[in-house]
């Protein structure tokens, strides 16, 4: 079995989504945070999203893991990375709850690890687990078609064009998109997430849902979560009217939604 560094594992509730086929929102999962991030790290030509929540998980190799203690006390535990996904599975059983839906698997990006990503999830499937992947690159589409029948439900986040996550924005969606196609065409439950600001531009989308639209995949547009010290700022009302409007003229409306980072508003992890 392989090795490999996670930032966290905990219990909370999926913070993201909306009421669209694929979304887990609200629903009691485990999470592994998994490190890495292939755009951060530059892929792409830039540092990664200017807004990401999760920067910490940006380090490769962090000398240790945080590991929730019991499923909601929010009490962690320091564990000592790199770790097998044996003992992964191991904290993830010790965290399960009667009401537990699924395991989250994010990042970072969690397909940035791919050897050890497919042994957890391969063990997680083995032990009866449902899971959930939040992803948002990768370029190995051999190696995501073949575990793509151990995910059951996907959130794929195409990034809007002021994620600055590209200097060639519309490869990264492209890529994006064949994603989602691949992981929609093995059964998995799929769709994908926009993070939109008050920069973002009603072209920009459309791009997006068009492509979107072409495999009838849904899309959940999401309000940005500002990051302290960043001059990012959430879009406006009216935005996030037209943008769902535009959405409608690819996708029928149950395909279309609009969400907040949950968790962030309510103060959970």
Known sequence: MSQGYVQEIFSSFQGEGAAVEGSCYGLRQIFIRFSGCPLALGVHGTKGCIWCDSPKSWSTTPSKCLVETQAGTQSFEEISNPLTPEEILDFVKKLSTKDLHSVSLTGGEPLYQ?????????LLKEAGYKT????????????????????DFACVDIKDKTANAALEWENLVNQEVEMSRILKNAGTKVFAKTVITKA?????????????????????????????????EQPTWEQVN???????????????????QMHKAVEIL
């Open 242 to 260: 037209d943008f769902s409007q535009i959405a409608g003229k690819f996708l029928s409306p149950e395909k279309i939604g609009i969400s907040i």
């Open 132 to 151: 959930y992947l939040e992803t948002a690159y990768t370029d190995n589409f051999v190696f995501l078609e073949k575990l793509s029948e151990k995910i």
């Open 114 to 122: 791919e050897s050890f990503f497919e042994d957890i999830t391969s």
């Open 200 to 232: 973002s531009k009603k072209e920009n989308f459309e791009i997006i849902a068009k492509k979107c639209g072409s495999i009838d995949l849904p899309i959940v547009i999401q309000f940005v979560t500002p990051i302290v010290n960043s001059k990012v």
